[in-house]
């Protein structure tokens, strides 16, 4: 599973049960984040420990913001899923937004280097 642009890459690698995210992701609305939201629930459905690695992804606008805020509540809907968000001290919007996530599910590990 992978979505590639000029501008942005994610990613499954079901050997850590991990998807990452690389570059600058900027769609217009949840709609152009569909793709995104489906990689992310159909890679929840193959392990109980999950992780999404951000630590490469420069920005995200408000819409994948969203995104990641309803895809956190559905994998504490599920309840029997271990989330970890490994994210950058070095990019400003994962050190305010990724801490606020943790607000919605608090079993959420955020992982920060």
Known sequence: MEIKSEDYHVWYAPETSTVFFRGFLRLAGME????????????????????????DLE?????????????????????????????????LWQTKSLKNLQRLMPGLKLDFA
Do not use: C, W
Request: glycine fraction near 6%; hydrophobic fraction near 45%.
């Open 32 to 55: 152009e984040y569909r793709p995104v939201m489906d990689l992310l629930v159909n890679a929840l459905e193959k392990s109980s420990q999950f992780t999404i690695n951000l630590r």
């Open 59 to 91: 920005f995200l606008n408000s819409s994948g913001i969203s995104m990641l805020s309803m895809f956190v509540i559905k994998v504490r809907e599920k309840g029997n899923i271990h989330l970890v968000l490994q994210g950058s001290n070095k990019i």
